[in-house]
């Protein structure tokens, strides 16, 4: 199971200051919604490409909000024995830099976790 979070951080930049009126602010978040979908999507299906070639089960799961709330909820949902996280960003590599490895992930979190280390070298 693939888990895939878009941070719903973007909707505090939604400041009606910029924004001619509500019904443009709300076309420019759905806007951006379908962008970060898209780009979820396409992440997803480069990772079940490489399962397929290696002949793994993949399951994809898209949810949008806090990227703790959304695994711990996702784990409580049942069905997970492994939680595999990927290390925090290097700095000066493009993206948002996650902050998901936190003490209350931990302490909340009811199955073994990996943290897999950045893949140094490759994109």
């Known amino acids: 199971m693939h888990l895939y979070v878009v941070?719903?951080?973007w909707k505090g930049m939604m400041g009606d200051d910029w924004?001619?009126?509500v019904s443009t602010?709300?076309?420019?978040g759905r806007f951006v919604e379908t962008s970060l979908e898209k780009e979820a999507r396409d992440a997803a299906r480069r990772v079940e490409r490489d399962a397929k070639r290696r002949r793994l089960r993949y399951d994809f799961e898209l949810a949008l909000g806090r990227p703790t709330e959304c695994l711990l909820?996702?784990?409580q949902r049942g069905d997970i024995d492994l939680v595999i996280l990927g290390s925090p960003r290097p700095k000066g590599k493009t993206g948002i830099r996650s902050r998901l490895l936190s003490d209350e992930l931990f302490r909340a979190l009811r199955v073994p976790a990996l943290?897999?280390?950045y893949p140094h070298g490759r994109r």
């Open 7 to 9: 941070p719903d951080l």
């Open 19 to 21: 924004l001619l009126n």
């Open 25 to 28: 602010r709300d076309d420019f």
């Open 73 to 75: 909820k996702r784990v």
């Open 115 to 117: 943290i897999a280390p």
